[in-house]
């Protein structure tokens, strides 16, 4: 499945995802625990980017992998691990809520995407 998410900041720099046919708490769609800082590196300090992401392999995507999956108690989700980025070794750890198990039906073992330009 591949599906392309619009993330924004907004007025209090915080980062969140565009998932229109989400029915839930709007602070669910929150980007934290490092996945906010990846949302920096990919916008380049802008305050929106798109990310085509999908639970089958793309070529030349970004990869993350699912390191352990969370009990509901903590949060649900998952925690994953982005090996590298834009070519450079980052070991970087985050997590993704239980939305990124609405949007994929299951909790990918890997989640591939690429930056699409906005326009």
Known sequence: MERLIRFYKNAKGEWYADIPEWDGNEADLQMVEGADELLEWVSVSTNECSLLMA???????EILKLIYTREENLGGGGDY????????????????????EFVFKELPEKIYFKEQLVQ
């Open 55 to 61: 639970d089958l392999h793309m070529p030349n995507a």
């Open 81 to 100: 691990l982005l090996e590298s980025f834009r070519g450079n070794y980052i070991n970087h750890k985050l997590w993704l809520c239980g939305v990124t």
